[in-house]
């Protein structure tokens, strides 16, 4: 890759580069920053300082494994097309298939096409309409419990937390909510044990794995078969209850459609029991933390910015009145539809995008070698201001106005939020139809302002999230 002048940080003995990462990200949030929205340094200091160092697009060694950080729109875009299905989802560390399993997100081939088919069926049309009754009442709940916070401080953060877990819990397990809930305390614990991994790297030494397991791997096999258990428990009263004449069908919520598909009498398109446990978890890790996070930092800039805060609430008046949001009425929400975009440029909740090369493939003016892993980190695009302007790291929504192909000069992969191509997020429309009818809720009831207890100390954990929560000061209108 040198003689095609790609450079790079110098390869060191079995780690590669990940001990400098993990020095420079442990250095970068050491200390709170100032409140600015300047914070890839902070975020992903290595992808900061070696873009300045070496250029766009440059080689790094996770371990002994090559990747190489691709920033290019361009490429970007020929990677994430991937009309040859030359790049393709990498395989993760052990610790994080344990989270997820071989669901939609990890996926390949024709596994991921019927599973992205069902998923699609699932968070699109009247299905999504179906699910709104649940993020209501969730959110309503959460609004009326913030009216003994008023003319006080509350962090949203883990309010924002509880209320997603609580949605999801709802829409994916319908009566069987509670037990739900049990699985994502347990699913908790794995991503706590996931992040507190995440740059180690291991020998791989299949032969011995099975008999030197660490006491966080133990402790993940003990945390799976207790999940696997529930959700198998969870799926046989369905369906005794469905057998009874006490449900019509399966159920309509997410679980419904799962054992609906796993009794399918067409072979090609029945799952397996594993399929439907990698399914719910899948479903809760990228869309609980994803939007508790993203809620989280939209609140944070409406909070600084009361300017735009007070035009997405007379929008939403306007709409609405004091009546509950509408899954119609939202679609309509322009003002808000460009504050949200313009939040997930900013503090975009996943920050970067990997794949593998299958094969030597040409890249642009590059020739990339097969098996390299491409890796592209979506905060950094959000904020170059070749694309977006000296003006790069402001809040302005109203970049957004004329739709993203306007704000980005017709470079449409230089803002990723739900990725792009034949991966892009398949709950994308259930996350904004979420966020869209909880800021609603809250802008009618209460207006909001920054805390001076508020601590800007963004951190990448899966997701980006406050270190330190984010604090607001509540008034009920």
């Known amino acids: 890759m040198r003689s095609q002048g790609i450079k790079g940080p110098s390869y060191r003995f079995l780690h590669g580069n990940t001990k400098q990462i993990a020095k420079m990200r442990k250095e970068a949030i050491y200390n709170p920053m100032e409140l600015s929205h300047h914070i890839l340094p902070r975020i992903q200091p290595h992808i900061y300082s070696w873009m300045k160092l070496y250029g766009m697009n440059f080689l790094l060694w996770y371990g002994a494994r090559a990747q190489l950080t691709v920033t ?13 299905e030359t790049y393709c989802k990498i395989g993760f560390q052990d610790y994080i298939k344990m989270v997820l399993g071989d669901g939609l997100v990890l996926s390949t081939g024709e596994k991921w096409l019927k599973m992205r088919k069902l998923a699609n069926y699932a968070f699109h049309g009247e299905n999504l309409k179906g699910m709104v009754p649940a993020m209501l009442a969730s959110v309503e709940m959460m609004v009326e419990r913030w009216r003994h916070h008023d003319g006080k401080e509350i962090e949203v953060f883990q309010e924002f937390k509880v209320l997603t877990s609580e949605i999801i819990s709802r829409t994916a397990f319908g009566s069987s909510y509670l037990e739900g809930e049990e699985v994502f305390d347990m699913l908790k614990k794995m991503i706590f044990i996931v992040a507190r991994n995440h740059y180690k790297v291991r020998i791989p030494c299949p032969g011995i794995k099975r008999f030197l397991k660490t006491g966080d791997e133990l402790e993940l096999d003990k945390i799976q078969k207790e999940i696997r258990d529930t959700i198998i428990n969870m799926i046989k009263k369905r369906e005794k209850a469905t057998m009874m004449g006490e449900l019509d069908g399966y159920g309509s919520d997410f679980l419904g459609l799962l054992i609906k598909a796993y009794n399918d009498p067409d072979k090609n398109k029945r799952i397996s029991i594993d ?50 949001p509408t899954a119609d009425g939202v679609a309509r929400l322009k003002t808000m539809n460009i504050i949200i975009n313009e939040s997930l440029r900013l503090y975009p909740p996943v920050f970067h995008v990997t794949r593998e090369v299958q094969r030597e493939v040409r890249l642009g003016q590059l020739n990339i070698p097969n098996k390299i892993e491409t890796y592209i980190p979506t905060l950094a695009l959000h904020t170059d201001y070749k694309i977006w302007g000296e003006d790069a790291y402001l809040f302005k929504p109203e970049r957004f106005a004329g739709g993203v192909a306007k704000a980005t000069n017709n470079s449409v992969s230089s803002f990723l939020p739900f990725g792009l191509g034949p991966r892009t997020c398949v709950g994308l429309n259930f996350a904004i139809t979420e966020k869209k009818i909880a800021l609603s809720m809250i802008l009618q009831r209460y207006k909001f302002t920054l805390s001076p207890s508020y601590v800007h100390s963004p951190v990448q954990i899966l997701t980006m999230c406050p270190q330190h929560g984010v604090q607001v000061i509540l008034e009920a209108l």
């Not at 290019?72 to 040859?84: A, F, R, S, T, Y």
Request: proline share 2%.
């Open 275 to 324: 399929d439907m446990i990698d399914e719910c978890k899948t479903f809760y890790v990228a869309g609980q933390e994803t939007t508790a996070s993203s809620l989280t930092w939209t609140v944070l800039l409406l909070a600084i910015h009361t300017d735009w805060q007070d035009e997405a609430r007379k929008e939403v008046l306007e709409l609405f009145g004091q009546q509950n």
């Open 72 to 84: 290019e729109p361009e490429l970007v875009k020929e990677i994430l097309n991937n009309k040859e």
